[in-house]
């Protein structure tokens, strides 16, 4: 059983910056970040696996970028010149699986954290 916890989000400014956190209790899974706006489907943002190969969705390519540290069992997101449309639940969560690859396929994830809500405006 994989625990997650989200945290790091908040109110940001169009064009601003925020760094989400994921700790999890169990370094041997891949993580993922998704989030859902009001409305909206829910959907695959960034993910990595164990030894780091990444995937991103295509609107956050060149503005978000996904780490890992296993070390300390905690996956970050760094977000970039974000925008209104970035605004959503952000959650966290881990699949057994290998490749990122995976990340639009959001049924392979098995565990996921509470979520932590980001909001960009101005």
């Known amino acids: 059983q994989l625990q997650l916890v989200e945290s790091g989000g908040g109110l940001v400014q169009p064009g601003g910056s925020l760094t989400l956190s994921c700790e999890f209790t169990?370094?041997?899974?891949?993580v993922g970040w998704f989030r859902q706006a009001p409305g909206k489907e829910r959907e695959g943002v960034s993910c990595?696996?164990?030894?780091?190969?990444?995937h991103y969705l295509d609107s956050v390519k060149g503005r978000f970028t996904i780490s890992r540290d296993n070390a300390k069992n905690t996956v970050y997101l760094r977000m970039n010149s974000l925008k209104p449309e970035d605004t959503a639940v952000y959650y966290c969560?881990?699949?057994?699986?290998?490749?990122?690859?995976?990340?639009?396929?959001?049924?392979?994830?098995?565990?996921w954290g509470q979520g932590t809500h980001v909001t960009v405006s101005s």
């Open positions: 169990s370094a041997r899974y891949l």
């Open positions: 990595i696996d164990y030894r780091g190969s990444t």
């Open positions: 969560a881990g699949a057994r699986a290998l490749s990122a690859a995976i990340c639009p396929e959001l049924g392979r994830f098995e565990f």
